[in-house]
């Protein structure tokens, strides 16, 4: 029995690859989560679909994490 920690990956994160995409841009914002994941290129716009092990082997570094969804948003009364 292996003792991996599972990472969470939430919608709203941005991450750097290893590689750059062939647009020059190597910061991606996570779209959907789950087995697979959804991630946009903050350069060109593209949409890439992975298997999340695909996803974890090509990530290099979170660069920002999304607002965590207690937090009010700041137009609520």
Known sequence: MSSETVETILIGDVIRTRKPHPCGGDQWTVLRTGADIRIRCNT?????????????????????????????SAGSR
Do not use: H, N, T
Request: some cysteine.
């Open 44 to 72: 060109c716009g593209r949409l890439v679909m992975l298997d999340r092990e695909s996803f974890l082997r090509r990530r290099k570094a979170l660069v920002s994490r999304a607002a965590s969804p207690e937090s009010p």
